[in-house]
């Protein structure tokens, strides 16, 4: 069975700053991907950033970033230079390569003060 | 098309009644999937389609629930005796073939009265 938990139900940041999303996951799969969403308060779903459980660089997609410590089964995300519209939910996520769903986490709440 | 694309967007139902959600997703698309998200909380998976087989049917909350997928392509949800615990909104998603990231759908808010 697989597992997503995020500790943090919510998150300020000061604009401009980064900041750090928690994400643990738990799985008895060997390979398998870690997922991240953002959800503005409009609903849509964002994919933000993935890592493969075999990649050995973290994954970058502009701003954001992957912290990914395989043996503490931890991909956090982390967010540089916070801006006021990253305010938004956000999930983590994780699919095992045989498994035929996505699992989510809880989300954190993001609120960035100007 | 250009996103995936779901039908209503908002649908309010007398408890009992049967709804239908739809979900066209992004054409080549060949996975697809419904996912259920409460007010406030995460997304709660329901179901799956490869093609227009659903090799994964566990995470449909009780026998009133059920989906198909016709040609590959659009696939319904149908809440048969709503209750109001069913209220949420839908979410569906597909992807390509099914391991990278998915595209989602805005949703149905269904709130059933």
């Known amino acids: 069975a697989q597992k997503i938990t995020q500790t943090q139900p919510g998150m300020f940041v000061q604009e401009k700053e980064a900041v750090t999303l928690d994400c643990t996951y738990d799985?008895?799969?060997?390979?398998?991907?870690l997922f991240w969403y953002k959800q503005p308060s409009s609903g849509e779903m964002i994919f933000l950033i993935y890592?493969?459980?075999?990649?050995?660089q973290n994954a970058t997609e502009g701003r954001y970033s992957l912290n990914f410590q395989k043996a503490r089964k931890s991909a956090n995300l982390v967010i540089s230079a916070s801006q006021l519209g990253d305010s938004a939910m956000y999930f983590c996520?994780?699919?095992?390569?045989?498994?035929?769903?996505?699992?989510f986490g809880a989300g954190t709440r993001l609120t960035v003060k100007p | 098309g250009a996103g995936v694309s779901q039908s209503p967007s908002n649908k309010v139902t007398e408890k009992g009644k049967d709804v239908e959600l739809r979900c066209d997703p992004i054409?080549?698309?060949?996975?697809l999937y419904w996912y259920r998200q409460s007010l406030g909380q995460g997304l709660e998976f329901l179901i799956y389609?490869?093609?227009?087989?659903?090799?994964?049917k566990s995470g449909l909350p009780s026998d009133r629930f059920s989906a198909e997928r016709t040609g590959g392509s659009v696939s319904t949800l149908t809440i048969q005796r709503t209750q109001q615990e069913d209220s949420a909104v839908y979410l569906c998603?597909?992807?390509?073939?099914?391991?990278?990231?998915?595209?989602f759908g805005s949703g149905t808010r269904l709130t059933v009265v």
């Open positions: 998603a597909s992807s390509f073939r099914g391991f990278e990231g998915y595209t």
């Open positions: 799985t008895s799969d060997q390979s398998y991907g």
């Open positions: 890592q493969g459980s075999y990649d050995e």
């Open positions: 996520a994780m699919r095992g390569y045989n498994n035929n769903d996505m699992r």
């Open positions: 054409s080549g698309h060949t996975a």
């Open positions: 389609f490869q093609g227009n087989s659903a090799p994964d």
